[in-house]
Structures are given as structure tokens and as C-alpha cells.
Antibody, heavy 119, light 111 residues
Framework: QVQLQQWGAGLLKPSETLSLTCAVYGGSFSGYYWSWIRQSPGKGLEWIGEINHSGSTNYNPSLKSRVTISVATSKNKFSLRLSSVTAADTAVYYC?????????????WGQGTTVTVSS | QSALTQPRSVSGSPGQSVTISCTGTSSDVGGYNAISWYQQHPDKAPKLMIYAVSVRPPGVPDRFSGSKSGNSASLTISGLQAEDEADYYCSSDEGSYTYVKFGGGTKLTVL
């Protein structure tokens, strides 16, 4: 059974760079798209971007200038970097798998990481 | 890029049916069949309930069904149960499958 485990710094100051990593256990890394999604306190879901095993990426246009998603295929991991954070970036961040069998809907999710941006 | 439009809340009694709508444009919901629905209980990660407009992943009860007409998609939950009380989000591809857009979410209350 595929599991995603994510980790990263939970408290940042404004202007710092958010960095999170998600590891894939119990399944193939190839053939899927790997996404990051966030949820601000009391708000809805916001898709940040995705990457496949070969490093091809797609980003939310509203965040594209500050986002980098990268992959470490040999280690079955992918990472998110979000630069110049502000309080508006405070959210729970999730990693998720987009499966081709499900039209790339996100069928497996990480446990979520709470990131707070505060001076 | 604005979010897809969902009602803020819906409610129903056990055993009843409820329908949650998700309205977009011809650039997202109306233009793609990559429409998904997610269920999220408090402090939990979302769970995929419907993909490709109307297909249930393994393990999702057949009480959950999806449909689409024009620029709107819908999730119907029949035979409501207490455990169905949660937030529900729709999502759609946009821009030649390069961007995923979510709805604002709907809180389902089982009375």
C-alpha cells in the first residue's frame, strides 16, 4: 500500500524560503504525477503544482514565480520550495499522488505539514 | 484564476439525498472530464471520492455519484449517514491539463 510521508520546517519568518519533502513508500515513483496542495486556516484547497518522475512540472500561475518543485527519483522523493514567504503562506501543506488510472486525480495523500509564517 | 463555485453548506437528514454543485466555465469544468470530488473530515487529509466526473475509486460506497452538465458538475450522496458529515471539494483540470483548480468547498451537515 502506497504511503506518502512528508516533512519540513514548520515555522518561518517573512521573506524566508519554505522547504518541504515528500517520500513515497510501498509503490512505484514512475508513471505518476506528484503534487503539492495547501490549505490556509479555515479555507479551501489550493493546488500549488506537480512534477512527474522525469522532472516535468506544472505550476499554479498565481504562485509560479515563487515555486520550485523538484524530484529525486532514485530516492523516491520530491520537494517543494516556496520563496519569499509571507503570512498569507501560512497553511497546511499536503503532498499527493496523481494516478493515470484516475485521470490523475489525487488518490494518495500525505499526512500534511503545518507551516506558520510569523515574525 | 478564480476557484470553482460551490455552495458554502448543505444539509440533510440520515437516509436522505443531497447534491453539491460545482460551477466553472468552459475553460475548466465544461472543457474537461477530469472532474474529481474529495471528502475531508476535520484535521484529516482529503480523500478521493469521485474521478473522471462519475467514477468511484475502489472502496468508495455506491451512495456517492457524480455527474456533469455543461459548465457544472454535481456530487450526489444518497442514503446519508452520519459519517458523511464532512467538507467536500470539487476539482477540475484547466489549461490543457496543466493546472488543477479546486472549488471553495461545501460543508455537509447531517442533521
Amino acid at each position: 500500500q502506497v504511503q506518502l510521508q512528508q516533512w519540513g520546517a514548520g515555522l518561518l519568518k517573512p521573506s524566508e524560503t519554505l522547504s518541504l519533502t515528500c517520500a513515497v513508500y510501498g509503490g512505484s515513483f514512475s508513471g505518476y504525477y506528484w503534487s503539492w496542495i495547501r490549505q490556509s486556516p479555515g479555507k479551501g484547497l489550493e493546488w500549488i503544482g506537480e512534477i512527474n518522475h522525469s522532472g516535468s512540472t506544472n505550476y499554479n500561475p498565481s504562485l509560479k514565480s515563487r515555486v520550485t518543485i523538484s524530484v529525486a527519483t532514485s530516492k523516491n522523493k520530491f520537494s517543494l520550495r516556496l520563496s519569499s514567504v509571507t503570512a498569507a503562506d501560512t497553511a497546511v501543506y499536503y503532498c499527493a499522488r496523481g494516478a493515470p488510472d484516475f485521470y490523475y486525480a489525487m488518490d494518495v495523500w500525505g499526512q500534511g505539514t503545518t507551516v506558520t509564517v510569523s515574525s | 484564476q478564480s476557484a470553482l463555485t460551490q455552495p458554502r453548506s448543505v444539509s440533510g437528514s440520515p437516509g436522505q439525498s443531497v447534491t453539491i454543485s460545482c460551477t466553472g466555465t468552459s475553460s475548466d469544468v465544461g472543457g474537461y472530464n477530469a472532474i474529481s470530488w474529495y471528502q475531508q473530515h476535520p484535521d484529516k487529509a482529503p480523500k478521493l471520492m469521485i474521478y473522471a466526473v462519475s467514477v468511484r475509486p475502489p472502496g468508495v460506497p455506491d451512495r456517492f455519484s457524480g455527474s456533469k452538465s455543461g459548465n457544472s458538475a454535481s456530487l450526489t450522496i444518497s442514503g446519508l449517514q452520519a459519517e458523511d458529515e464532512a467538507d467536500y471539494y470539487c476539482s477540475s483540470d484547466e489549461g490543457s491539463y496543466t493546472y488543477v483548480k479546486f472549488g471553495g468547498g461545501t460543508k455537509l451537515t447531517v442533521l
